[in-house]
């Protein structure tokens, strides 16, 4: 009777050991040294298109035939050491499938079992297909280079626009206004690119992130479905903010009359054409020097739209006419991100004068230190009593104790939602704005009803945001 059990638990441990070995998608081999004969189970065959069964093992040669010639070298040095010294051992490598001729990345566990002098007798183990892991892992390592390539560039326009900015203004306070614009228009056109995975952006939805915000009602655009390059959406963005920054401080939307129309038509040999025209405004006049608003639309949009720009200053309005090849145009993907959602308090009008907060206690939430530092510093010159500023979670959390008339908040705080804070302040009717990187076009994060300053921000729109806030209505 005790025989049978143990005959049946055996059996129970066996069907244990299959049942884990097939979920774990393993396959079993065993090599008898001294037979020098390889077993090959039905499993480990379709793993690696070996043939199931018995095979000669031919010192390990026969295995080694089907290792990529690059790996040869180290798994036979490596089995050789293991079996003078080791019991147990892993290693990974690439095997070519003899079937198909795929390349698969194995990982091996083996165990020598020896005799009672310690001579190895046989070599018992397991191999799994890591493919898929490894291919993860490459991609993963390209994204992240990819993301470096990126950084990098963007960095370098930042610094060539910076200092191109600084050799054609006046003052500091001219210097400011006008680069954080330009950064701004960046920063929207990569906010597109990110939404369409940088495959490219729409001329529509790049014309409504520059001209949706400014002078409400002035504005329009039409024009066919066209879909640009990365480096063309870039170029385009920036154009547009020039234009349409002209426009406010000189131009048609610089008067309540003023309007400005953005038409693009598509060409026979395959780019298209962009019409900015002015209507309604003053009367223009050529401008007496060469700022580098012009220099961008006359050489580097020119340049990387593979096309050139045409200005003229009609006294009635002015008329601007981009052509851009084919290079500039990109496929459309199947499917598109949404248009971006156009909200005029995020670009705050500070043409009243600077906001005032005096008296107003301001909680900052942002875990970035320079731009909490710069936010601390602007609302404070608003005449605000900072609360703050709260770098993590539970720091702002823990601020909420004390008299508070309106906040300032990140979306996300190194990697953890400010959804708790939010609904903290909503539940006491304290109003906030979220001042973010993050590109949502359902509106403010988590569905508040809140306004969204986009990074990158002027600090002036910030306190003029929150002066908006605290405002009686």
Excluded at 164 to 177: C, E, G, V
Excluded at 310 to 318: K, L, M, Q, S
């Amino acid at each position: 009777m005790f025989g049978e059990m143990k005959v049946m638990r055996q059996g129970t441990d066996r069907e244990r050991l299959e049942l884990a070995l097939q979920i774990a998608r393993l396959g079993e081999f065993e090599w008898d040294l001294n037979r020098d004969v390889f077993t090959i189970t039905p499993r480990l065959a379709a793993i690696t298109g070996l043939t199931a069964g018995e095979m000669p093992a031919e010192g390990g040669a026969a295995l080694e035939r089907h290792i990529h010639p690059d790996d040869v070298e180290m798994i036979r040095g490596d089995r050789e050491r293991r079996l003078e010294s080791a019991d147990n051992y892993e290693r990974r490598f690439r095997l070519i499938r003899p079937d198909d001729g795929r390349t698969l990345w194995i990982r091996s566990a083996s165990r020598v079992l020896r005799d009672a002098q310690g001579k190895a007798q046989r070599i018992c183990g397991i191999l799994e297909d890591v493919s898929e892991r490894h291919l993860e892992e490459d991609q993963r390592q390209q994204l992240m280079a990819e993301l470096d390539h990126r950084v990098k560039n963007v960095l370098a326009a930042v610094q060539a626009l910076a200092q191109q900015t600084a050799k054609r203004t006046t003052s500091l306070d001219s210097f400011l206004q006008t680069f954080g614009g330009r950064l701004k228009a960046m920063a929207s056109a990569n906010e597109l690119l990110t939404a369409a995975r940088w495959r490219g952006a729409a001329v529509d939805h790049l014309a409504a992130a520059e001209l949706g915000a400014i002078a409400p009602g002035q504005t329009r655009w039409n024009g066919p479905d066209l879909f640009l390059t990365p480096r063309a959406a870039n170029a385009l963005s920036l154009a547009l903010h020039e234009l349409a920054t002209n426009a406010v401080k000189f131009g048609a939307l610089s008067v309540e009359t003023g309007r400005v129309s953005l038409t693009w038509t598509t060409r026979p040999d395959g780019g298209f054409e962009i019409l900015w025209a002015e209507s309604g405004g003053p009367t223009v006049q050529a401008p007496s020097r060469q700022g580098f608003g012009t220099t961008l639309l006359d050489q580097v949009t020119g340049r990387e739209l593979n096309g050139d720009t045409t200005v003229e200053y009609r006294p009635a309005g002015v008329r601007v006419r981009l052509t851009a090849g084919p290079q500039a145009l990109a496929e459309r993907p199947e499917v598109m991100p949404e248009a971006p959602v156009v909200r005029v308090t995020e670009t705050v009008s500070t043409s009243r004068g600077p906001a005032s907060l005096k008296g107003a206690r301001v909680l900052i939430v942002e875990d970035a230190v320079l731009l909490a530092l710069e936010l601390e510093t602007g609302l404070s010159e608003a005449g605000a009593t900072v609360v703050g500023p709260a770098y993590e979670l539970e720091e702002a959390l823990a601020l909420l104790d004390q008299p508070i008339d309106a906040a300032v908040l990140d979306a996300n705080l190194n990697g953890r939602s400010v959804t708790p804070v939010a609904e903290l302040l909503a539940q006491r009717k304290i109003p906030f704005v979220f001042a973010t990187g993050y590109g949502e076009t359902g509106g403010a994060p988590g569905g508040f009803d809140a306004p969204v300053i986009r990074k990158p921000y002027d600090v002036t729109q910030v306190a003029a945001a929150v002066a908006e806030l605290l405002a009686p209505h």
